[in-house]
């Protein structure tokens, strides 16, 4: 079997620099490599609800938010199936199916729901559909019979309750179901980066991201704000780089070629590193550095974005190619789960 990839965002606000480097560059290089047999890129909208309920269009409104920053990275539906998650009304009958196979204590033990219902506040009110969403994350994973799923490594206990779930599946019923396994970035500085605060990741409800439709100016604004050592109150201070956001994030965008085109008096990002640690290099100058990676990164970015934006007809019609492809597909699988399960009542003899 050549090599399925499933992946995908939930549409909560447009798409940030932790998402391009932690998961979109990825993708579209994987796109353009041709080695895999099929790719899905989903458009999470129903597990945006699971705690966005009392704010639908919250999420309906950044579907095309999300598509936009897709199609603007260079995703491309020609090689890619890009849908929409509630269209596809085979993944609710399929997680309906699997919540027969997971405890209650299984679902209190996964340490990625553990810390997103703490991050969240929701203490004893947790939405039943959040606190499943594991289960849910299941069905769209075997849905499509991914075998590679790209993740960060906070989503690595995701991936093992969806293992688990096919392995009770397979050993129950019927072989029918693929295991999937985890894709983690190839560079581990990109799998979570910080906030502009300095906060351990980069998050649209704190409000501490810089985004891929930002202007060039807010780009600018946004990195002169940047959190960097607070003990290097003066240039001839020496400066520390780690957990220090704006050489973070140096490590994930600079190359040795910017220092040629920005900043001529080093060779590279250790000398200036070096620089900084032992004092006499300003925050100035290397937020003006980061600025400048930065605006040549996300510039073409942006025009893309921008020309998409303008037909945004034709942005909602290849979602629903999309779309519609990807229900054939689901629907395929979830056949095949119910002959399994010997509940296709009506196909052949089942009841005889």
Known sequence: MQDVILTGDRPTGKLHLGHYVGSLKRRVQMQNSGKYEKIYIMIADAQALTDNADDINKVRNNISNVALDYLACGLDPAKATIFIQSQIPELCELSFYYMNLVTVSRLQRNPTVKNEIQMRGFKQSIPTGFFCYPISQAADITAFKANLVP??????????????????????????????????????????????????????????????????????????????????????????????????????????????????????????????????????????????????????IREKREEYAKDLGEVFHMLKIGSEKAETVAAQTLDEVKNAMGINYFKGNALK
């Open 151 to 300: 993740v960060g490594e906070d989503q690595l206990p995701m991936i093992e309750q969806t293992r688990e779930i096919v392995r009770s599946f397979n050993s129950l019923y019927k072989e029918v179901l693929v295991e999937p396994e985890a894709v983690l970035p190839d560079n581990a500085l990109c799998s979570r980066l910080p906030g502009l605060d300095g906060a351990a990741k980069m998050s649209k409800s704190l409000g501490n991201c810089i985004y891929l439709a930002d202007t060039a100016n807010e780009v600018k604004k946004k990195v002169q704000s940047m959190f960097t050592d607070p003990t290097h109150l003066r240039i001839e201070d020496p400066g520390h780089t780690e957990n220090n956001a704006v050489f973070t994030y140096l490590d994930a965008f600079c190359k040795d070629e910017h220092f040629g085109a920005f900043l001529p008096a080093y060779a590279n990002l250790d000398e200036l590193k070096e620089h900084y640690r032992r004092g006499g290099l300003g925050d100035g100058t290397v937020k003006k550095f980061l600025t400048e990676i930065l605006q040549s990164e996300l510039s073409p």
